[in-house]
Every structure is written in structure tokens, then in C-alpha cells.
């Protein structure tokens, strides 16, 4: 019964957590749509961009984070997920920011990045923002691929951990493991006994 209802539990979470990203897109939307404006062609008199960008940049940026939390900790690669979403984070705050500073100060966006280098950086970052988030989807997709050679590596990490034992000095807390920085429990125990002596010679307490 309180196994059910932590389940439910987790479940109403899980569905808050979705809504919340969600909602995120009311807040992302329009701003885009208020940067994209002054520049992007509509189709069919629907600022597509403004939308597509608003929704697959955040949306883009948090699924790859979350597939960075569920990859298994040892997998390699999985840190540079981190640098992708850290990248992203990155290029919507460039997209956003002069537009915020352009809405502040009561001006359209080109007197905010002038018409020299950092207009075109601007305009860099907003035309190729979307193939940087592809770079980082196919990094993500590539890396949730083979879970279970992941997970059998961690399987067999706790495995090792489980069989190994250990006795500890009770001064400066160091720990002498069997098997691993030891062969076994006799020779573990010899050498924290002599380290014990070295603290015992200099007169450390514990
Ligand atoms: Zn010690």
C-alpha cells in the first residue's frame, strides 16, 4: 500500500516535471517571436521560426541534459552532453539578450548590436543555432543507445565492491582494502599495524 502510493508519488512528479518544461514554452515563445520579428520571413503569415525556435532550443537543451542523467555515470562521452547543454544555454542567451536590451532601452534590435561585427555575430548565432542543437541531439541519441553494456559495466563495478573489504586507521582515517591495495586480509592487517606504529612513534592520538 505505501510502496502504491509512492508510486503515484513519483508518477504526479514526473507529470509536474513535463508540465513545467511545458509551460517553459510560454515564456520562450514570444520572445523569440520578438527577436526573430524584425528579421525571419513568415509562411503562410506564421512566424514559424519564432515557434520552431522557441520550442526545440529549450526543449532540445533539456533532453539532453536529462539524457546526460540517465547515462550511466562511467560511459565515456557522457560529460560532453554537459558541454552541448552548456553551449546551448549559451547561444539563447545571445539570441535573447540583445532583444531584452533592445525592448528595455525602447529600440529596434539593430541599434542595440550596430551594424558592425556584433550584428553579425547576432545574426551568426541565430541562423546557426539550430544545427548546433542537432550536434547535440546526435550526441545524445548516440550515447542512450547501448544501455546494457553500460549498465553491465556498473554491475560489475558494485560487484568488485561488494567482494572487497577493508579495515581502517583510526587517526588519520586512511583505509587498507582487501582485495585491491592489499592481496588479502593478513597482509592488509600487517601494514595498517605498521602504519599505526608511525603515528604511535610520532605521538598521534586519535
Ligand atoms: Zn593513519
Redesign the pocket.
Known amino acids: 500500500m505505501a510502496h502504491q502510493v509512492e508510486k503515484v508519488g513519483t508518477r504526479m512528479k514526473k507529470r509536474i516535471g513535463y508540465l513545467l518544461i511545458g509551460l517553459i514554452l510560454f515564456i520562450e515563445i514570444p520572445r523569440f517571436f520578438g527577436a526573430y520579428d524584425s528579421i525571419d520571413p513568415r509562411l503562410f503569415g506564421i512566424p514559424l521560426t519564432a515557434i520552431g525556435t522557441g520550442i526545440v532550443l529549450p526543449i532540445g537543451a533539456g533532453y539532453i541534459l536529462h539524457t546526460w542523467w540517465k547515462t550511466a555515470y562511467n560511459k565515456k562521452g557522457r560529460d560532453s552532453l554537459l558541454i552541448w547543454f552548456a553551449v546551448l544555454l549559451l547561444l539563447e542567451g545571445i539570441i535573447l539578450i540583445p532583444w531584452g536590451m533592445s525592448r528595455l532601452q525602447n529600440e529596434p534590435i539593430n541599434v542595440v548590436t550596430g551594424n558592425g561585427l556584433l550584428a553579425w555575430f547576432w545574426i551568426g548565432v541565430v541562423m546557426l543555432s539550430p544545427f548546433v542543437l542537432t550536434g547535440g541531439i546526435v550526441t545524445a541519441i548516440a550515447l542512450e543507445r547501448q544501455p546494457k553494456q553500460a549498465k553491465h559495466q556498473i554491475e560489475q563495478h558494485i560487484y568488485v565492491d561488494e567482494q572487497s573489504d577493508h579495515v581502517q586507521?583510526?587517526?588519520?582515517?586512511?583505509i587498507f582494502t582487501w582485495p585491491g591495495d592489499y592481496a588479502d586480509e593478513r597482509t592488509a592487517r600487517r601494514a595498517l599495524a605498521g602504519?599505526?606504529n608511525?603515528?604511535r612513534a610520532k605521538g598521534?592520538t586519535p
Open positions: 586507521c583510526g587517526v588519520c582515517n586512511r602504519h599505526m608511525k603515528h598521534d
